[in-house]
């Protein structure tokens, strides 16, 4: 087996300080693929980035929580609170999608809608992965593989990062590392069978899930410096730096992120060890 990694930035289209970021570390750096947000304020600006970088594997970033929808509010009121908007209660809204069929209905609609909107920028989705990765909710993950299947999507991401091979590389955050990983672990290899039974293009692992916003040079460097075999990924959030319309949590460090995905030392680890830099559509084209 070889080493091969998918390095993805989520909320594309979320601000131009995003978007920018993600082109010059797709053109300068590691980045190989972007999650796109349909619905928000520079979705626009990230389209047009996006159809002139051929090699950059754009997916969809379906969001359901914190967000914004892309039906109106009206449509799916068992989704959105009062401002129209997606909250941020993940457990009350996924008991509510378990337990409602209604929910369901309004959800699999929304996340319709989403897929269309994708589809109206001409772009083919590389892959498929969630906001706050609420994917894992087993009722959404078995309607969002019907539709990536029909809107042609290539992949999607598996949301599981390894305890002991996370732990070898950063050596701290133990307790959480090893909880996380053992507690996922069966969850997301039933997605991963439900995914390769569907015929997507699934990741073996997914480094970030424990230092989600804090993906900085160091961070970066140490996953790649521990790197097994297969198919990994590393996600972030990378932007120039912060903006006052729904930011980014203010302890996020964007802009560091940023950086480690430019640095020349992370490219040369890159090189040196043997890594070879892949996009869930190219990942798709190998198989």
């Known amino acids: 087996m ?16 995003v978007n920018a970021a993600v082109e010059d570390a ?109 994917h894992q909710h087993p009722t959404l993950f078995a309607m969002v593989l019907d539709l990536a299947v029909e809107f042609g999507a290539l992949g999607i991401r598996i949301p599981w990062e390894p305890p002991l091979a996370s732990i070898a590389a950063r050596g701290d955050r133990i307790g959480r590392r090893l909880f996380n990983g053992l507690a996922y672990a069966p969850l997301c290899g039933w ?36 790197l097994p075999e297969g198919l990994s990924e590393i996600y972030c959030h990378p932007a120039t730096g912060h903006w006052g319309v729904r930011p980014m949590p203010s302890h996020y460090q964007v802009s560091a992120e940023y950086r480690a995905l430019i640095d020349p030392s992370n490219r040369a680890r890159v090189r040196d060890r043997g890594i070879t830099l892949v996009s869930f559509a190219q990942a798709a084209a190998e198989a």
């Open 2 to 17: 070889s080493k091969r990694l998918i390095v993805t930035a989520d909320d594309f289209g979320r601000s131009v300080e």
């Open 191 to 226: 997605m991963r069978a439900r995914a390769k039974a569907a015929g997507l293009v699934v990741n073996d692992r997914s480094f970030g899930l424990n230092d989600s916003g804090e993906m900085d040079l160091a961070r970066v460097a140490s996953f790649l410096d521990h």
């Open 26 to 134: 797709h053109v300068n750096g590691i980045l190989t693929s972007a999650s796109l947000m349909v619905t928000e304020a520079a979705t626009a600006d990230a389209v047009a980035r996006a159809k002139r970088l051929p090699r950059l594997g754009v997916g969809l970033h379906v969001t359901l929580v914190d967000g914004i929808p892309a039906l109106p509010p009206a449509a799916i009121p068992a989704l959105v609170g009062p401002d129209g908007r997606f909250g941020r209660d993940l457990v009350n809204k996924g008991t509510r999608i378990f337990l409602d069929r209604e929910a369901q209905r309004q959800a699999r609609e929304e996340m319709r809608a989403q897929f269309e909107r994708f589809a109206a920028t001409g772009l083919r989705p590389s892959h498929v992965d969630f906001h706050h990765h609420y």
